[in-house]
Structures are given as C-alpha cells and as structure tokens.
C-alpha cells in the first residue's frame, strides 16, 4: 500500500516538475510576441506542427537519457557513451545545454522582473482608469529606466537562487501547480471578455487563418526555436528531471500532457492580447512588451479589474519562478559536477548571470542603439539566438545521441513503451524530428 502510495506520489512529482519547467514566459509573453512578429497564424501552425513532429519526441529522447543515466546530465551523457562504446564527448553537450540556460537565463529574470513591477503597480492601482495610451507610454518610461529593470532583475533572480541554493522546488512547484488551474482559469475569463470586443473576430482570424504569403524560413526557425523553448527542451534541463522519473511512468503520456496544457495556455493568452490589440487598433509585432501593454488595458475594462490584474501578475510571477528555477538548475549541477560546494555552484550562477543581465537590462535605454551582430542589441540577441539556435541544435544532438548512439537495451527500457513503441518513437525521431530540424535551422541560418 505504501508503496503505491510512494510511486503515485513522485509519478506526479515528475509531472509537476516538468509542466512547472514548461509553462512561463514562454506562453503568456514570448508566444504573442514573437507570434505577432511572424505573422500570426501560419506561425502558430507552424509552431504547432513542430511541438508535435520534434517537441514531444524530442523532449522523451531528453527525459530518457536522463532516466537511463540517472545522474546529472553531463555524467549521464559520458556513462552511457561509454556503454556504447561511444565517443566520451558526448558529455559536452551537456556544458552547450549549461551555457544556453546562461544565456536564456540572462534575459528571462530581466523580463520576469518586469512581472514583478507590474505586480506592484497594479496593487497600487496604477493602471485604475488608465487609458490604452497612456498605459503604453507608462511601459515606454519604464523599460527606460535601467535603475529599476536592475533592481527588479536583481530581485527576481535572488529569489530563485535561494531556491536552487536551498534545493525546495518541490514545495514550489506542488505551490505552482496548485495556481495553475487559477492561472488557466483568469486567462479564459480574458479570453470571453475578449470575445465582447470588436478586435476578437479579427484576432480569431489573425490567430488562426493563415496566409502564408509572408512565410520565409526565418519565420520558420523562429517557429521552430519556440517550440523547444516553450516545452523547455534543448537545454538538457529536462534530462535532470528524468534521473528521478519512476520506473513504470509512461513517458509519452506525461509529453503529451504536458505539451496539450502548454500549448493551451499559449493559446487562451493568444486570444486575449490580439483582441485587445486589434479592438484598439495596435500593431501585432509591437515586440516584447505586447502582453505588459495589452493586458493591462484588457483588465481594466473588467469589473474589479485592478485585482483581477494583481492575481494574473502573481500567478505569472509563480509560473516564470518555476521555470526560472529549472533553467538555473542545470548550471549549477555542472559547477558541481566539477566538485564545487552547492552554495558555491549557486554564488558563482547567480553572480554571473546577473552580470550577463545587466546588458539586457540597458538595452532597452544606454545600450539601446549598440548592436553588435546582426543589427540587433544584446537583449534582441539573447532573447532570439540561444532559443532559435542553441536549442534546436542541443536538440538535434539529443536525439541523434538517443536515437542513435544510446545501448538499445537501456534506451528501451527507459522509453518504458516496449520494443514496439520504442521502435516507433525511435523511426520517428530518427527519420522526421533529427531532418526536419537540421533543414530547418540551415534553411533559417543561411
Ligand atoms: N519553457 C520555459 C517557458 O516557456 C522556458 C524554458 C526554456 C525553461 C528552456 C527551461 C529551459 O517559459
């Protein structure tokens, strides 16, 4: 009895923990953002498309290394290269997963800072009876204030290192997942109130009719990198959380689930932003501060906005933390992989990121106009190459390593589908998800 107890207990642990790695940023602000920038709905098709052909079974090829290894990731990757007689550099792929956590890192806590502004200022009734307008300039005045960009970032990122310090994500993520149906539940109220306004049919439209006149492969990379961004795959911060998945979880059905709630998510927080942003006659690819813009003005219009508003910053604050955590994990399990004490590992992340913030910090005033590569600046670079790059490349590695390097006899028994079912996942990831990715990111870097 106990003992089914226990297993039940950590099969949903593995879930939580996993769910509370994908849903953040990535669905409530990158996906609208990055989706208006695009174009709209041959983008989220796309998107779509790619969860399903390389998301999923990419992210079981993640998790199954690290169900098989059962350690960290760059200790998994070398024990199990050596099984199979297998370069031992396989190992680094792990340190390429760490250095894009870095950079993602980077500019993750200075967004999720920004939450944390607006939590405040919607406590403080700052948005009360607003208008669009000036809700936008407010936003403007904000991000050109590097001060306060810093201060937030400073604090968001000490609250998740303490965490990873301390090692509890447990209770956080029982926390996270005890609000999320809170979270899933404000946005659908957003997302009737949004069928009230005149911008929802052409937001529907927008969302979901698409043209594909405007379709380069750029935007097909950009597709590409928010799939593995928003599932959290890529990184091999997932295969950390596979060294304690159960022995008899399914591991296809705990992808699915978790990509069907995130895609949801993405989408509820979709329909809301593109209503208010056509019903107030916005510009779709207004950037990153899309959804710090619109949804404030969409709250305002509710009964009882201010609080309404207040929670959904909380809620979004809580789900950023758990994904935060996750991506801060890793690099601290490499420093200690080296021998390095947690505490130190956790001074030397936390340190470094924050620096590596800074720049993202002041790009939106000082550093605004210094572009080094691309005509883009530090915060445009982070926020676009490490997610459309770094982690369909980590990716492609990870599954050609699972897929192909991996002793079958322990790639099957940690897929934990049978010989038949593995043999299928493997076609797949074998003959679809590894070309489809390598096309995509050659077709979107040339
Ligand atoms: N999936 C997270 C989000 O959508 C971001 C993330 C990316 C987390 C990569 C871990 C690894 O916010």
């Known amino acids: ?103 993602i890192l980077s500019f993750y806590s200075v967004v999720s800072g920004w939450s944390i502004e607006f939590l405040v200022a919607s406590i403080n009734g700052q948005f009360n009876g607003a208008s669009a307008a000036e809700i936008g300039a407010g936003f403007e005045t904000f991000l050109a204030n590097p001060g306060l960009l810093i201060f937030n970032h400073s604090l968001f990122l000490f609250m998740t290192m303490t965490v990873v310090a301390a090692g509890v994500s447990k209770g956080l993520e029982r926390l996270n997942n005890l609000l999320m149906p809170l979270l899933y539940a404000l946005l659908l109220l957003l997302a009737v109130y949004a069928a009230t306004t005149d911008g929802f049919s052409t937001a529907l439209a927008w969302l979901f009719l698409p043209s594909f006149d405007a379709l380069t492969p750029t935007v097909v990379l950009h597709a590409m990198g928010h799939a593995f961004f928003t599932l959290a795959v890529g990184a091999c911060a997932l295969m950390a959380y596979g060294a304690y998945m159960p022995e008899e979880q399914s591991l296809p059905k705990a992808a699915f689930a978790v990509a069907a709630l995130d895609i949801s998510v993405a989408l509820l927080a979709g329909i809301a932003i593109f209503s208010v942003v056509f019903a107030q006659g916005m510009d779709p690819a207004e950037g990153p501060g899309l959804m710090f813009v619109t949804l404030p003005i969409a709250f305002s219009e509710l009964p009882g906005g201010a609080i309404w508003l207040s929670v959904f910053f909380l809620l979004l604050l809580l789900a950023t933390w758990t994904s935060a955590i996750n991506l801060a994990e890793p690099m601290v399990a490499t420093l200690q992989g080296l021998g390095l004490r947690r505490s130190i590992s956790t001074a030397i992340v936390a340190f470094s990121v924050w620096l590596m913030g800074l720049l993202s910090a002041f790009s939106f005033s000082t550093l605004a106009e210094f572009r080094p590569l691309f005509g883009r600046n530090i915060f445009e670079l982070v926020s676009s190459i490490p997610p459309d790059v770094f982690l369909p490349l980590g990716g492609l590695l990870i599954a050609t390593f699972a897929a192909w390097v991996m002793p079958h006899n322990a790639a099957v028994s940690a897929l934990g589908m049978g010989e038949r079912g593995y043999r299928l996942w493997r076609n797949i990831v074998r003959w679809v998800s590894i070309p489809l990715t390598f096309i995509v990111l050659l077709g979107g870097l040339l």
Not at 5 to 16: D, M, P, Y
Not at 33 to 55: D, K, M, R
Not at 88 to 94: D, E, F, T, V, Y
Request: hydrophobic residues 55%; aromatic residues 12%; glycine residues 14%.
């Open 1 to 103: 009895m106990s003992e089914t107890l226990e297993r039940w207990g950590s099969k949903r642990a593995f879930i939580l923990a996993v769910t509370g790695a994908a849903v953040g940023l990535g669905n409530i602000w990158r996906f609208p953002y990055v989706a208006g920038e695009n174009g709209g709905a041959a983008f989220l098709l796309i998107y779509v498309a790619f969860v399903l052909l390389l998301g999923i079974p990419v992210m079981m090829a993640e998790i199954l290394i690290g169900r098989a290894g059962r350690r960290g990731p760059i200790q998994a990757l070398g024990a199990l290269a050596a099984q199979a007689g297998a370069s031992p550099n396989w190992r680094w792929l792990g340190l390429f997963g760490a250095l894009t956590v870095f950079c």
